[in-house]
């Protein structure tokens, strides 16, 4: 208890003798720096409010609005709409203190209207998506509409320099669709996974639910549309998250890898102080709004609400329904090793701790290696792995006071966790094995090393290399992306001396790291946990992942081709499950809504008519090459439409969820609705973004990108891809299974995957060789190049 007494800033006791106070000087100090800190972020978020609310206008062009107003009016000309001499009625007097006083109102209100305009202007411009239609292949012309429209938002969004949340107001709302549309896109997606028999029932039960309850429905998404930011957004937090009830570990969080082509260095408690001190400065930028906001084509803003709860962050357990605790501030990290848990200090003496001064505190922990786990310690993350109802009652029960409640409030007001891993994130191409290992380790670890509840789990092995385990509540995947391309590019700077430790001398001795007390040494709370484990085990051990690092082309090749690199790669997704599996499968591909304010993602259905009818000219020896190039443009443009349908708020999936809840709130049963949400994904795909900061220069430094990332399989009789296109040659797809399945494999499916690749190459090559021979024969594509 030590520990528990040392934490107390001071305390006081009445004796006959009259007031007894004893204190902790240096606590004290600690409590008036944080609470000061405090406060100077509080005025910036003020500050910075203040300039973001008048954006795109410059908050400095008040003064010189109001020193306008002044010059007229004591030129004798008049301000628009005579303002001043309007409000030198109601103000007390007419003396020269009371004339420029009503020139700085005249001036205000002239200002605020023109902020104004500008602000809804922009918002106004932001709502045209004809942009996103426009065919970028080389040699095709843009509309003289979107280079107008380009040149006024260019013109509004980009005189002034935004900080992260500047466009938040000017982004427009998610658009509602239609019944009608939705319908209409939802029954063409479904034809090719249904016989004639199957499509003729859904087909009637769609009209059913159109001619009846939906306008119903609709009426309420309608009103929600209106009344709220975004009418998805609450409702997919909180019913898709939130509320489910199984294990966050593999069915929820996902991971991200190192850049393993670059290694910084192989100390641990060097890159792993290295990476604490770039992720705090990246908070810094966060909280000051000094983080540019991401444009797309340098031009149209995305929403960077999902910024907010990167750090210091917590998804806590209910019984029913889970809750995100953002805290405001956060002063320390908490580092778990060998299953014991510290707290790290990572300010001190008014300023951010370095990174020389951080594995400072890494090595004190580092050298902690006699130190055994509390009773209940070692597995206690677990909980956190484990079914969400179980684990609130066990939080309920011990966790609700003493040191445990006092333990746990540290652990979730961390800025973030870091885990030093005794093992070792390998990589080697020689030995595919290796890297799969490092995923699995990211993915769920032992099934007790990681706090799975946190926003994130920065993960660092003993040889140095990094890794991340996140919560995906909070966020999507791309915010993760951004943080991590920045930490990756930050690594390029001279951060560390020539034996691996960060450069830089300690201006002080940081404060030592302080062990965390946990009382878990009864029934009760060991029963729960060992519960927790014994579940976290099962999940992990199912677990069948392969990384697959596809280094025979790349990008490069899909751009000779005029295709779009995602819609290549969905296309070679399509061919290998259908090898794999024999049949067509419901496939979901994440798309992002974040050119709405707080949109997250919708879904993009690869399987389409036209991708059915590719995938089986592929399999057809009679199809000619010809015939089946075709076929493949045509799947690749509607694939590449359904995508910026989605983008555009035109998707199928959300609006289709957002009317099952309405139903479900208006205790309506709805047997078409019931049957689509019921409908297993077994293929679900997603592409790790790269390239969303400017810093990111690959042909500086081509080492820098990373592997990406992956999560588990969605389904229990499907796979879950995700994948990233690394550079010009190279590609990395995770792909994860479950080992209980007689059906899956994730090894199997990954040789199919490289097989649809080596054929559609296989095909171009064949196609152009017969373009030579016979050019007139040749087919005009002119698709898009990039998504």
């Known amino acids: 208890m030590a520990e528990a007494h040392s934490a107390v800033a001071f305390s006081f006791s009445i004796t006959h003798e009259g007031w007894d106070i004893n204190y902790d000087r240096e606590v004290l100090d600690l409590v008036w720096q944080s609470g000061v800190r405090s406060w100077k972020k509080r005025l910036a978020r003020f500050r910075t409010g203040v300039r973001n609310g008048v954006y795109p206008a410059h908050l400095q062009s008040l003064w010189l609005v109001i020193a306008i107003a002044v010059g007229l009016h004591f030129t004798q000309r008049h301000v628009p709409f005579d303002l001043v001499s309007k409000w030198l009625t109601i103000l007390p007097g007419d003396s020269l203190q009371w004339q420029l006083t009503a020139c700085s109102l005249a001036g205000l209100v002239v200002w605020l209207s023109i902020c104004y305009t500008m ?29 107008l429209w380009g040149l006024f938002v260019k013109v509004l969004a980009t005189w002034n320099k935004p ?12 658009p509602l669709p239609s019944v009608q549309e939705t319908m209409t896109r939802y029954l063409r997606t479904v034809r090719p996974l249904l016989d004639d028999t199957n499509y003729n029932r859904m087909e009637r039960l769609a009209k059913e639910f159109q001619q009846g309850i939906a306008t119903k429905l609709q009426r309420y998404l309608v009103l929600k549309s209106w009344w709220s930011t975004n009418y998805v957004s609450d409702w997919w937090e909180e019913y898709v998250y939130l509320r489910g009830r199984g294990a966050l570990m593999v069915n929820s969080n996902f991971y991200g890898i190192d850049a393993i082509f670059m290694h910084p260095t192989s ?12 992720l705090l400065q990246f908070r810094r930028t966060v909280e000051r709004q000094e983080l540019e906001p991401i444009l797309v084509q340098g031009l149209v803003p995305l929403c960077s609400w999902q910024y907010e709860r990167i750090f210091n962050t917590v998804r806590a357990p209910g019984v029913e329904s889970d809750k995100i605790i953002h805290y405001q501030d956060s002063n320390h990290i908490v580092v778990l090793y060998r299953s014991c848990y510290y707290k790290v200090i990572i300010y001190h003496n008014g300023r951010l701790l370095r990174p020389c001064e951080l594995q400072i505190q890494i090595e004190h922990i580092l050298q902690q290696r006699d130190e055994k786990p509390q009773p209940g310690e070692e597995l206690l993350a677990s909980l956190t792995a484990g079914d969400r109802t179980k684990w609130a009652q066990t939080r309920q029960t011990v966790f609700a006071k003493g040191v445990n409640r006092t333990s746990l409030h540290t652990v979730e007001s961390a800025a973030f966790v870091l885990s030093l ?8 191409l020689a030995h595919p094995e290796k890297l799969d290992q490092f995923g699995r380790y990211l993915l769920h670890g032992n099934g007790h ?11 660092v092995g003993s040889n140095g290399r990094i890794g991340f385990n996140a919560e995906h ?38 404060p030592t790291p302080k062990r965390l007390v946990w009382d878990l040494n009864d029934k009760v709370a060991l029963d729960a946990i060992d519960e927790a484990h014994i579940a976290a085990q099962k999940l992990l051990n199912d677990v069948d992942l392969r990384i697959l690092v596809h280094d025979a082309y790349g990008k490069g090749l899909m751009k000779t081709c005029r295709l779009s690199p995602d819609a290549f790669i969905q296309m070679a997704l399509q061919l290998a499950y259908y090898r794999d599996a024999g049949k067509f499968s419901l496939t979901y591909e994440a798309s992002m809504t974040r050119l709405f304010r707080e949109g997250r993602t919708e879904t993009v259905r690869p399987c389409t008519i036209e991708s059915a009818a590719w995938v089986k000219a592929m399999l057809d020896n009679t199809v000619s090459v010809e015939e089946r190039v075709r076929l493949l443009n045509a799947a690749c443009e509607r694939h590449q439409l359904g995508y910026q349908d989605a983008m555009c708020g035109k998707g199928i999936d959300r609006h289709l969820f957002c009317l099952y809840v309405v139903s479900k709130y208006l205790e309506i049963d709805s047997p078409f609705l019931q049957e689509v949400l019921s409908e297993p994904w077994r293929l679900s795909t997603s592409q790790t973004p790269h390239g969303q900061t400017s810093k990111m220069d690959l042909r500086k430094h081509p080492n820098c990108i990373s592997a990406g990332g992956g999560f588990g399989p ?27 399945c007689g059906t899956t494999s994730s090894e199997r499916f990954a040789q199919e995957i490289c097989r649809a690749l080596g054929d559609m190459k296989h095909l171009f090559e064949e196609y152009r060789s017969l373009q030579k ?15």
């Open 421 to 428: 891993d005794e093992k070792p994130f390998e990589f080697d």
């Open 119 to 147: 602000r809804y202007s922009l918002k106004l411009l932001l709502m045209y998506k004809g942009w996103m239609y426009e065919k970028r292949a080389p040699g095709s012309k843009v509309s003289l509409r979107t280079r």
């Open 449 to 459: 090393d990681r706090w799975f509840d946190k926003s994130f789990t920065v993960c």
């Open 773 to 787: 021979k016979n050019p007139s024969n040749g087919t005009k594509s002119d698709k898009p190049q990039a998504k």
């Open 163 to 174: 900080g992260l949340y500047s466009f938040q107001g000017s982004l427009p709302r998610l």
């Open 267 to 278: 100390v641990q408690s060097a890159r792993a102080a290295s990476v604490v001190n770039l």
């Open 714 to 740: 969605v389904a229990d009789d499907g796979y879950g891809v995700s994948y990233i296109v690394a550079g010009e040659d190279l590609i990395f797809f995770h792909i994860s299974s479950k080992k209980s």
């Open 473 to 510: 509540t909070w966020a999507d995947a791309a915010v993760m992306s951004h943080i991590w391309e920045m930490l990756i590019m930050g690594e390029t700077e001279q951060r560390y001396d020539d034996n691996g430790n960060p450069v830089g001398i300690p201006e002080f001795e940081p």
